[in-house]
């Protein structure tokens, strides 16, 4: 998929959003496959996998501000993506019903004067074991996918709290995007 491809692409999602249900094979001749998508105001992203013949794909974010009416693409970057990625998780192979696998920062104001006070669009990717049907971030509810790949933007200086929501709402896991993650101690 080339640069042209990809902001096409983003830009036909931001419009029309995820196809519902979202896609969870290739299609023949392309190679990406749309993963994610998440708006909070005037900032938005999008994620994709990409999958190169046998070997493990590539999921990366793209972040937009809207400035004008306009979605303007701001950057991206990504990451390995996960074996067997489209496979959903469970709890117990997760160790956790919220992981965080990547994160991204962009400037969203790169063109002011001076180098203090940038602004920033942050956005995270998590996957949410099999047992979660929605996150909330804020007042905001997204539906998790059938892969289990669930992206989060936001533009404030602190990142949010996700709740991992059970299909009758109850919270399952709360996973807060200021802090750092932790990995679980190996119990010896």
């Known amino acids: 998929m080339n640069d042209y491809e990809v902001h096409e692409e983003c830009m036909r999602l931001l419009r029309d959003g995820l196809p519902v249900p979202p896609p969870a094979a290739f299609e023949e001749g392309r190679d990406f496959l749309p993963l994610g998508l998440d708006m909070d105001g005037d900032v938005a992203v999008v994620t994709f ?15 937009f501000h809207r400035r004008d009416g306009e979605w303007r693409e701001l950057g991206g ?9 489209l496979a959903r998780r469970s709890l117990g192979e997760m160790g956790r019903h919220l992981l965080k696998y990547g994160s991204g920062r962009t400037v969203r104001n790169s063109n002011r004067l001076l ?10 990717r998590l996957r949410a074991s099999a047992e979660v049907a929605r996150v909330r971030v804020g007042k905001r509810i997204l539906d998790v996918p059938a892969h289990g790949h669930v992206v989060v933007v936001w533009g404030a200086r602190q990142g949010p709290v996700v709740e991992a929501l059970a299909a009758d709402g109850s919270v399952l896991d709360v996973l807060d995007l200021s802090r750092p993650a932790v990995p679980a101690r190996a119990e010896g």
């Open 49 to 63: 996998l990409h999958q190169w013949g046998e070997a493990s794909g590539y999921i990366e974010g793209w972040t």
């Open 77 to 85: 970057g990504g990451g390995s993506a996960p074996d067997e990625p």
């Open 115 to 124: 180098p203090w006070g940038a602004k920033f669009v942050n956005e995270a």
